[in-house]
């Protein structure tokens, strides 16, 4: 999370949304500082900040989640920065999502899993991300498809001129197609259904192609109740467990 006291900001970093390029720029030019830890929640800093601080302004990325997904897939099987093998790295990662993360990665990489597989293996229920905490009540959303104006936007927002376009870091090699290809005709009806609530609820759509795409009902119902579990987890458990 990054905090600027002379602008007036707090930019919530969402994994996998552009938060690395964006943090890093906003510490090298707008007067951005760390705070907590980096994928701190803005449930987190209302605990720790001063009044004055709650009144600044908001902002945090948001991504398509298949296109998430895949990243994440890609970065398993490229062992991301040495995420799951180097000592140091690892050392310091001892929560349950480690665990989870690690879980997937020596699936993909002893099994030489695809995307499908993994897909099928580990997406289980309906998707969402802690996205679900606050974001809808933040003062702008960074689209990572359109990162680059909507970073600007923001800043606009805030008060500040861009001073250059903003560079990118940390990409996820190995992925050389565009994302909506690895989903195999097999696995389009279960993406549909993973997807569908967070998808509606964020305005993203599938291609034409997938044919109907309206969230049923009882899928609706099943995000829901999944999330009163994970409200409980992101807000009061993901530091410890």
Do not use: C
């Amino acid at each position: 999370m990054i905090i600027s006291d002379t602008y007036k900001y707090v930019f919530v970093e969402l994994p996998r949304t552009g938060s690395t390029a964006i943090s890093r720029e906003l510490r090298a030019n707008y007067e951005g500082k760390p705070i907590l830890t980096k994928h701190a929640t803005y449930y987190d800093f209302l605990k720790i900040a001063s009044e004055q601080q709650k009144r600044y302004f908001v902002f945090a990325g948001i991504r398509n989640p298949l296109d998430d997904v895949v990243s994440l897939y890609f970065k398993y099987k490229t062992d991301h920065r040495q995420q799951f093998t180097d000592p140091v790295k690892v050392g310091r990662k001892r929560t349950s999502i480690y665990y989870l993360d690690n879980l997937a990665f020596r699936f993909v990489r002893e099994k030489d899993a695809d995307f499908p597989t993994f897909f099928k293996t580990f997406y289980r229920i309906p998707y969402n991300n802690w996205s679900q905490l606050s974001h809808k009540q933040f003062d702008f959303i960074i689209r990572f498809e359109h990162i680059q104006d909507d970073f600007a936007r923001a800043l606009e927002r805030i008060g500040i001129q861009p001073k250059r376009p903003l560079p990118s870091v940390n990409q996820t090699g190995g992925k050389h197609r565009d994302f909506w290809s690895y989903y195999t005709p097999e696995t389009i009806p279960h993406a549909k259904r993973i997807f569908g609530p967070f998808m509606k609820k964020w305005g993203y759509e599938f291609p034409q192609e997938w044919g109907a795409t309206d969230v049923a009902w009882w899928n609706q119902m099943e995000f829901e109740f999944f999330n009163l579990f994970r409200n409980v987890y992101w807000k009061h458990l993901k530091s410890y467990i």
